[in-house]
């Protein structure tokens, strides 16, 4: 594989198409992603200067914070639910189950990519395999700037036989580390397409500029310090945004 510029941006897949299985679970999912992407602004995402979250005076939790880590992330607080080997899932009140979660936002933390150009060989790792699992969407990369490393931004539709999720990845560099910030949307059921397709619709946009303006993100030392789970991730995308040069 060809070693990309930090500059560069990761290719689109919409051309791409999914195989005979997928494309029967993603069903009108597909539909309803053209329909988000056609009414997206044709703009590039506006770089903004890099800034820590936590300062010293302490880190801005949401009121839940009494039961564990809890982010605030569009206005909903979403609490720690899961951690191990640097994947941190977190779910809203009432959504503790992770076997039917609704909304979740996941924290992956890749030590190894600690440059602007391991970033990008990541991001185009996820990718791949986010078209093996299902069909991306879009795919954005914010240009580094001279206090900013480039950022970059895969959105895609992952289906299994009993669910369909939506996946809004972002890729950064976080205290010298590479951080993907993934906010998913599952829909449970068979032929699920339809109601995917008026959420997108009506939250797609929204999904993303939330998430590539999101500065919620903790300290490392805070993530690593979360209790350590031994049973299975909540996620589809457990083992396709993690084995990329895990640490």
Do not use: C
């Amino acid at each position: 594989m060809t070693r990309p510029s930090p500059r560069s941006t990761l290719s689109s897949s919409l051309d791409t198409p999914a195989s005979g299985g997928r494309r029967a679970v993603l069903g009108g999912a597909l539909a309803a992603g053209a329909l988000w992407l056609a009414g997206r602004p044709a703009r590039a995402l506006a770089a903004t200067p890099d800034e820590r979250t936590e300062a010293a005076a302490g880190f801005p939790v949401g009121p839940l914070a009494a039961a564990g880590l809890a982010l605030p992330f569009g206005g909903v607080d979403f609490l720690h639910r899961w951690s191990r080997d640097g994947q941190h899932e977190f779910t809203p009140a009432g959504e503790e189950d992770l076997a039917t979660w609704r909304s979740m936002l996941t924290l992956n933390v890749h030590a190894r990519a600690q440059s602007g150009e391991s970033l990008a060989e990541l991001a185009n790792a996820v990718l791949a395999r986010y078209r093996d699992n299902g069909k991306v969407l879009t795919t954005r990369s914010v240009p580094r700037t001279p206090t900013r490393p480039a950022e970059h931004l895969i959105v895609a539709v992952l289906g299994r036989p009993q669910s369909l999720e939506t996946a809004f990845a972002r890729f950064q560099l976080h205290e010298g580390s590479g951080l993907v910030t993934v906010r998913s949307h599952r829909i449970h059921g068979q032929a699920v397409g339809p109601e995917m397709s008026r959420w997108l619709a009506a939250e797609g946009l929204r999904t993303e500029e939330t998430l590539m303006a999101w500065k919620g993100a903790p300290t490392l030392a805070r993530l690593n310090g979360l209790h350590q789970a031994r049973g299975s991730a909540g996620r589809l995308a457990e083992t396709i945004e993690t084995r990329p040069t895990r640490a």
